[in-house]
């Protein structure tokens, strides 16, 4: 399903209110909800607008747990860290408690980082499948998301739950968590705002090539829902209204 907003601002507004309905369900039919968050610069205003009102007194703030997609390996307090992102934006601005929060451990080398995540998402799901209830991906220009990056050996992963990946022109390793982990989720949020994004848009929603790593979201039997803005949209052929769900919002 696709809900075209006409503005980054619109589609914050329209994924604060997605977010707040599918978190408010799944804890009313879950007792809980476990949040995988997006990294990148796209979700910071979701976020923000989430710690406002109306959102932020609409959510069940004390049974969701946090998550995030993927993590740059420099210090916490860095600019680039997705981490400080999400707590500058929404989390501290939350009466949230330790235990809500699972960072991936930025302060450790990277394959050390990856093994402590797999064993913190081992520990919090148990013996359930790990099935997350509701995951936020952004949309890089080169198709990847989170940090399953172009030719990076972590896209054949289909084991494991974390992995190290790296981008040759940054000085630092990045964790991610695997497709095959991801596509368990019961539901999948993209977000995809501005010009920049909408030529692989176009690719990955009307056409079988590039193999972009985007491609590799496929929820298994969840639900997988774009939300795009005018001009991520722009060389979109299918109009507004051609597929059931999509529509303008
Ligand atoms: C990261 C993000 C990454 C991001 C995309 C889009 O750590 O880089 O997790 O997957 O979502 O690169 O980033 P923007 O939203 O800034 O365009």
Redesign the pocket.
Known sequence: MIRYSTDPEQLARVAADLFAELARQQVATGGCCAVVL??????RRTYQLLAQEPWRSSIPWDRLQFFW????CVPANDPRS?QLMARTALLDRLALTSEQLHPIRSDLPAGLAAEAYQTELQRFFGNKPPRFDLVL????DDG????LLPGSAVLAEQVRWTAVTRRPEEPFD?VTLTAPLINQAKRILF?VA?AA?AAVLRHLLEADEPPYPARLIRPVDGELHWLVDREAAALLKRSIAAVPGDGLC
């Open positions: 997006a990294g990148g610069e796209t979700p997609g993927d993590e740059r997705n991906l952004g949309l890089g990847h998301t989170a940090s990045r977000l501005g994004k």
